[in-house]
C-alpha cells in the first residue's frame, strides 16, 4: 500500500514561523511534524510515499530526500498552485493503481492511529473519525447506521463530536470522481465535496474512529500543547552530552551529543536539547521545553514551556515562558517575556484564541539587552530590535526597533 500526504501549503496561522519554511517542518519535540507521519506509516510497514509539495518545498526535500534514511521510499509531486485537497490527490494519480491512503502533513499522529485505520477500514472509502467535545472549526461527520451519511465543515454549531480528521484510504476509483467535483465556493477542489458526491449518488462510505495520537496544530502555539504531549510520551531518555559536577537533572531528560550542563543549572523533565548545546551555568530549564541543536542558553537564565528552535543563543538572565523562538536567533541578555491567558490574537484583521502564550519569533533576528516582549506580541523574521525596548505590538518582517 501507497501512502499520499499532502505537504504543499504554507500554514498561514503559524506566521511568522512559516515565512522560511512550511508548517509541516515545524519542529515538535525537536522534530518536524511531517517526520512523526512518516514514521507512523513505516512502522505500519507503508514504504511507498508521496510528497506532494509546493510552499518552500526545498526544506522538505532536502530533510527527507529519498527517504532511506527513514526505511520509506519518498517521491515528490509539485503542486504549482494551492488549489485544493482534490486537486493534490489527483497529481498523484500515476502512483496509484491500488487502495491507498492520503494524510495531512501537519497533523501529529502516531503508529496506532494508522494501525486503527488499517484494521477497520472497510469498502472503497473509509474516514479516520476522532471524538472531540469541542468541534468549532473543524470538518464533522454524521453517520447512519455505521455508514457516513454527510460532511459538514466547520458548523456554526454542535451537530456531532465526530471529527474528521483528513485522513483516508481510498480506492483508485477516488481520481475518476474527482474529474467530475465542481470547485467550492472558496475557490478550490476539495476531497470532502468528492466524498459527499459518492455518498449522494449512493456510495459506500465508512469511518473508523481512533482514540489514539491526533492533534491538529492550527496556530504556531498550538504547537506547545503538541510539544508537551509529545515529551510526555517519552520512554527512553539518554544523556549523550556531559552533565558537569553541580548541575542537577530530573525527570525525563533527554541531551544530544556533544551537549554541556554546566555547574549549577537545574533542569526537570521532561525536556530535550539538542546536540551541541551550552547550558548554563546555573540555568534553569524546567517542563516541556525543547531545545534544537547548536544552541547556548545563558547563566541564571530560566525557560519552561517553550520550543527553541536551532542555531539560538539567548543571554544571561533572561526568562522565556510559553514561547516558540526560531532558528538562528540572537538574544541579548535580560530579554523577558510577559505571558498572559485567554488572549486575542489578531492576525490578518480576524481575532484568534490563545489559551497562554508568551511570543512567538521568527528566524534570524538580533535582540538587544533587556528587551520586555508583551504577551502574545511576535517578532517577525529578520528584525534588530535595541537594546531597553518593550515590545508592545507586533513587528513585521526585516524592521528596526529603536
Known amino acids: 500500500m501507497k501512502a499520499i500526504i499532502l505537504a ?3 500554514g498561514l496561522r ?4 512559516t515565512l522560511t519554511r512550511s508548517k509541516v517542518m515545524l519542529p515538535v519535540a525537536n522534530k518536524p511534524i511531517l517526520e512523526y507521519i512518516i514514521r507512523a506509516l513505516v512502522q505500519n510497514e507503508i514504504k511507498d510515499i508521496i510528497l506532494i509539495v509546493g510552499y518552500k518545498k526545498e526544506r522538505i ?6 527517504g532511506i534514511g527513514f526505511g520509506a521510499n519518498i517521491s515528490y509531486v509539485e503542486q504549482e498552485v494551492q488549489l485544493g485537497t482534490a486537486h493534490a490527490i489527483k497529481l498523484a494519480k500515476p502512483f496509484v493503481d491500488e487502495k491507498f491512503l492520503v494524510l495531512n502533513g501537519d497533523n501529529l499522529i502516531d503508529e496506532a492511529t494508522i494501525a486503527d485505520l488499517l484494521a477497520g477500514a472497510s469498502g472503497d472509502i473509509t474516514l479516520l ?27 456554526r454549531e454542535k451537530i456531532s463530536h465526530l471529527v474528521n480528521t483528513g485522513i483516508y484510504m481510498f480506492s483508485p476509483l477516488i481520481i475518476d470522481e474527482i474529474d467530475r467535483t465542481p470547485v467550492s465556493d472558496t475557490g478550490e477542489y476539495a476531497i470532502t465535496d468528492t466524498i459527499q458526491r459518492i455518498i449522494d449518488g449512493g456510495g459506500k462510505v465508512t469511518h473508523v474512529t481512533t482514540r489514539s495520537t ?22 527512553d531518555s539518554e544523556n549523550k552530552g556531559v552533565v558537569e559536577k553541580g ?8 541531551v544530544g551529543k556533544n551537549s554541556i550542563i ?53 543571554g544571561a538572565g533572561s526568562f522565556i515562558s510559553n514561547s516558540i523562538i526560531g532558528a538562528h536567533n540572537s538574544i541579548g541578555p535580560h530579554f523577558c517575556t510577559d505571558v498572559g491567558k485567554d488572549l486575542k490574537i489578531e492576525m490578518k484583521g480576524i ?26 506580541k511576535m517578532i517577525a523574521t529578520g528584525c534588530s530590535v535595541e537594546s531597553g525596548v518593550k515590545i508592545a505590538r507586533d513587528i513585521p518582517q526585516d524592521s528596526t526597533v529603536l
Open 8 to 10: 504543499a501549503g504554507e
Open 14 to 17: 503559524c506566521r511568522p514561523l
Open 61 to 66: 526535500m532536502d530533510y527527507f530526500g529519498d
Open 129 to 155: 473519525t476522532v471524538i472531540r467535545e469541542q468541534t468549532i472549526g473543524y470538518g464533522v461527520v454524521l453517520q447512519d447506521k455505521g455508514r457516513v451519511s454527510k460532511l459538514i465543515e466547520k458548523p
Open 214 to 235: 491526533w492533534i491538529d496544530a492550527v496556530h504556531s502555539w498550538d504547537l506547545l500543547k503538541a510539544n508537551a504531549i509529545l515529551l510526555g510520551k517519552f520512554e
Open 247 to 254: 548541575a542537577i537533572i530530573m525527570g525525563d531528560v533527554a
Open 262 to 314: 554546566r555547574s549549577g543549572s537545574y533542569i526537570v523533565g521532561p525536556v530535550v536539547i539538542g546536540k551541541n548545546c551550552d547550558i548554563g551555568p546555573s540555568a534553569t530549564i524546567l517542563p516541556s521545553t525543547a531545545i534544537g541543536d547548536n544552541c547556548r542558553v545563558g547563566s541564571f537564565t530560566e525557560l519552561e514551556n517553550n520550543i527553541i528552535m536551532y542555531d539560538v543563543r539567548i
Open 351 to 376: 481575532l484568534h484564541h490563545a489559551d497562554e502564550l508568551g511570543t512567538v519569533i521568527g528566524d534570524s533576528n538580533v535582540i538587544g539587552l533587556s528587551v520586555l516582549v508583551e504577551a502574545g
